[in-house]
């Protein structure tokens, strides 16, 4: 019989045991974070990926047709301003340009041939005039020489209006001329060239785009176009300081400025309504940019120095985090925030740095007063 009851109790034992182990409550293990102190921003990104441009760039095409004469640069050579880049073939045009010098010549020596015989003619007239005072002379005489003094004097104003008719022909023609040939508007580099000598350069007629003869651009001198949401482009200003991120250099930060703000919203279809921002680069060393890269831009709109902040991340409904407090339980804690990004969030006040945040706040079973287990983040 005692052996019967032994085995009841340690059954019974057994049993009560069992429902008090798993009854009792087991921690939920989680990670921890603390508070620190730094410099937070408010900051302001783009919503595509923005485009570094050069500072000046000119797509240059002839304003007439005609065949290529000469070619006189090649594709990645540095020019000058001014300097020839093509021609045309333009001996006719060249040939009009010599009858054009010919022809003010021609007007200059006509004028100097008809003012002369008009000076001479005032000269007559004034003697006339003496012969009729000394009754030497008839007042027919007096009238033929003032006529004929008229008359050389408004074909001398006439000659010399020629010439000016002859000069502007000469510089129309010097102007129909120039536009065989493409020059350099800035000092740049030479991106593109379009056509061969003996090809037939065409120009671009209204509404057809059409390659450009010569695409020049700046290599020393870039900037950066970038579109920012609707939404957060009332909050930028002209001259709000950037950090520029390039794909092709993504281990390099770069600092810039807020030059130019667009006038007006870029409504393209299916996409999100934006406003182009230009950013300029600030002095400092740079890789050998090209027009065309990508970039990213944050525009920083406030800063705050050395301020408690914490992982924008672990913030919960904008409102609270979760601590573990001395007795290794979950806690609520309201908090007053400040300036805030997607990385950094600046607490005014409800926290210290020696409190525990929970870094895995985004799990759904945490609540108040759990019990947990705090683990190392590498586990």
């Not at 920012?228 to 400025?257: C, H, M, Y």
Request: aromatic fraction near 6%.
């Amino acid at each position: 019989m005692m052996t019967k009851y032994i085995k009841w109790i340690l059954l019974i034992s057994f049993v009560v045991g069992g429902y008090f182990w798993f009854e009792q409550e087991k921690p939920i293990n989680v990670t921890t974070i603390q508070a620190r102190y730094g410099d937070v921003q408010s900051v302001v990104a783009n919503t595509r990926a923005g485009t570094v441009s050069s500072c000046q760039r000119a797509k240059m095409s002839f304003p007439i047709g005609g065949t290529i004469a000469s070619i006189d640069v090649k594709e990645g050579e540095l020019v000058s301003k001014e300097q020839l880049l093509m021609s045309l073939w333009n001996v006719d045009r060249q040939s009009r340009i010599y009858e054009a010098k010919a022809l003010v010549v021609w007007r200059k020596q006509t004028k100097n041939s008809v003012c002369i015989n008009a000076e001479n003619d005032i000269k007559t007239l004034a003697r006339t005039k003496k012969l009729v005072l000394n009754k030497l002379a008839s007042q027919e005489n007096l009238d033929n020489a003032l006529a004929k003094s008229e008359a050389s004097s408004a074909s001398c104003a006439a000659a010399k209006a020629q010439i000016d008719v002859a000069q502007a022909v000469l510089k129309t023609t010097q102007a129909s001329f120039e536009q065989t040939k493409l020059f350099a508007p800035f000092d740049g580099i030479i991106a593109e060239i379009t056509g061969e000598i003996g090809e037939y350069s065409t120009p671009s007629p209204p509404g057809i785009p059409m390659p450009p003869a010569i695409d020049l651009l700046t290599h020393h001198c870039h900037y950066i176009t970038a579109p920012i949401d609707e939404v957060d482009a009332g909050d930028i200003k002209v001259g709000n300081p950037v950090v520029i991120r390039l794909d092709a250099f993504r281990e390099q930060i770069f600092s810039g400025t807020v030059k130019r703000i667009a006038p007006y919203v870029q409504d393209l279809a299916k996409q999100a309504r934006t406003v182009d921002v230009d950013v300029t680069f600030n002095k400092q060393p740079l890789p050998k940019l090209l027009t065309g890269y990508s970039a990213d831009i944050e525009i920083v709109l406030e800063k705050h120095k050395n301020v408690l902040y914490i992982a924008t991340d672990i913030i919960i409904d904008n409102q609270f985090v979760f601590i573990v407090n001395q007795n290794s339980r979950i806690e609520k804690k309201p908090l007053k925030l400040g300036l805030s990004n997607w990385q950094q969030t600046e607490v005014i006040s409800g926290l210290s740095d020696k409190d525990k945040l929970v870094s895995t706040s985004g799990n759904s079973v945490l609540k108040p007063n759990i019990l947990v287990n705090v683990v190392p983040k590498d586990d």
